[in-house]
């Protein structure tokens, strides 16, 4: 893949690349709209990513290149000015890390040109997003020496999609991207950043990522509208409790203080955030035992939460989890990520995957008039500067 990529590199920039970066998308295993509820999140990285292939200019600009997002021509922009721009479309992603490195007091001592190409499917819940962010992070920070920790990088690059791009994620997809480790998902308290991994045992089930081909934006969409309702509802439990986030109280809290919270719709997202939060810990619990079968029951409890009190699922996700749940080796489903399109998980066993996929496949495409996608995932690394092979000779 490198030598065709600095090919195409060289064509487009008429240089050699000097440099290559990987980040890898991210999928969350269970912990759903809890990271920025202060709660916990079990994500991995996925062997799927994006690569910055780069070299460094003597002046102040920027160019910028990918051919997943159909653009023809480069886009340039200057150090002295990465303001947002529409027109820029995908590049304000690296753009928002320039910015806001540079708010820090990190400036670049020249310009890059930079190519970026990826093979996450763009809008399916996999952050793809974070996975731009985390590769331009890594590639400055480590081209300019200025030796920020990995933890520093994940949280300018949260930053970035808060303030620049305008979606109030919380951290979660950021520090699975950074964090990352080949095997293992982690268990993250997004309120302290404390971490845990966890393997995720693949000898006996195949993790299947369901990509249900809706697209979606999370900052046109009801994403920053859940956050508020969730705020609402902490603001009416804070009158009672002493608490900073809804990740911070237990069921048991809940069903004593639930009628403190005004609104019937805000009471819903609260109290899937909190049933989400010790879903979450109990199926790490199990994973380590080797109780498979809790361990599915937890995930299908995810979604049904998701669909009926946080209601971000709509008929494409659903089609498929109920899809995934009539099938024989099936041990759980749910949908994974913001929602509203995107994508689905199920854990498969290994005997039963062809017939899975041949299934699932077939009646979504009936049910829904179009067809989704499908592949294994295997769990990787975090965010990396990769070897590369010269071009030339």
């Known amino acids: ?20 970066f990987f980040a890898p998308g991210r ?22 990513g994006t690569y910055a292939y780069a070299t460094k200019r003597k002046d102040r600009q920027c160019r910028f290149y990918s051919e997943n997002f159909h653009l023809e021509d480069l886009i340039t922009v200057t150090l002295d000015d990465l303001s947002f721009s529409l027109e820029h479309d995908w590049v304000n992603y690296p753009k928002s890390v320039l910015a806001i490195l540079q708010k820090h007091g990190y400036e670049p001592t020249a310009g890059y040109d930079i190519y970026f190409v990826g093979n996450i499917p763009n809008g399916a819940g996999l952050s793809s997003s974070a996975s731009i962010e985390l590769v331009m992070a890594t590639l400055l920070n480590e081209w300019e020496g200025w030796n920020l920790s990995k933890r520093t990088l994940v949280q300018f690059c949260q930053q970035a999609e808060n303030e620049y791009i305008g979606v109030q994620s919380g951290i979660m997809d950021q520090f699975a991207v950074g964090f990352g480790k080949k095997g293992h998902a982690m268990l993250l308290d997004c309120q302290t950043l404390d971490y845990e991994y966890a393997p995720i045992p693949t000898e006996d089930y195949s ?13 046109g969409s009801a994403y920053n509208d859940r956050r508020r309702e969730c705020e609402e509802a902490l603001q009416d439990l804070q009158a009672h409790l002493p608490i900073q986030a809804l990740g911070e109280i237990s069921m048991e809290q809940w069903e004593k203080w639930q009628h403190t919270v005004k609104n019937e719709v805000t009471a819903k997202r609260a109290k899937h955030v909190i049933a989400e939060n010790e879903r979450t810990k109990i199926a790490v619990q199990r994973l380590k035992t080797g109780d498979w079968q809790q361990f599915g029951e937890l995930l299908n409890e995810s979604h049904q939460s998701l669909r009926d009190d946080y209601e971000v699922t709509g008929k494409e996700l659903d089609t498929l989890i109920s899809l995934a749940w009539e099938q024989p080796g099936v041990i759980g489903a749910r949908m994974t990520g913001a929602g509203f399109g995107g994508c689905a998980i199920a854990f498969v066993d290994k005997t039963h995957v062809n017939l899975f996929l041949e299934n699932v496949a077939a009646r979504y495409s009936e049910v829904i008039g179009y067809e989704a996608s499908f592949y294994e995932a295997e769990v990787g690394d975090g965010a990396k500067e990769l070897i590369l092979e010269k071009v030339s000779r």
């Open 1 to 20: 893949m490198h030598r065709e990529q600095s090919e195409r590199f060289k064509e487009r920039f008429g240089v050699e690349a000097e440099r290559c």
């Open 27 to 48: 999928v969350n295993i269970i912990g759903e709209h809890t990271d920025y509820n202060g709660g916990f999140v079990f994500p991995g990285a996925i062997s799927k």
């Open 207 to 219: 993790l299947i990522i369901m990509n249900s081909n809706k697209a979606r934006t999370l900052a």
